[in-house]
């Protein structure tokens, strides 16, 4: 989580709003990434979604299986959708979102 928080804070400093996220698989980071609409001009590319891209990539699989996502923020109900669909396997999240939290808070 530590790592996610880094995250978050690199993407509060270019403007964005402060999440981060980290995928684990076995004890390794697999992908990082914070929030960035603003800067990349994609409403898609919160924190979470950028995470699943690159691990995808990495793994050459859309299946993560077996991987742990920690985020800071739990995730908005497009994030949830992505998670279920790459089948990321365990979430943690940092923070309740009372405005748009798909995971119990709101949805």
Request: aromatic share 4%; with cysteine; charged share 15%.
């Amino acid at each position: 989580m530590l790592l996610a928080i880094e995250q978050a804070r690199l993407a509060e400093a270019n403007g964005e709003v402060p999440v981060g996220a980290v995928l684990v698989k076995g004890g390794v980071v697999i992908a990082a990434a914070g929030n960035a609409p603003i800067t990349l001009h994609d409403p898609s590319a919160h924190a979470e979604i950028r995470v699943i891209r690159e691990a995808g990539q990495a793994l050459q699989n859309y299946r993560l299986n077996d991987t742990t996502l920690y985020v800071t923020l739990e995730p908005c109900p497009m994030c949830a959708g992505a998670l279920v669909n790459a089948r990321v396997a365990r979430l943690i999240y940092g923070a309740s979102d009372f405005k748009a939290g798909a995971c119990g808070t709101v949805y």
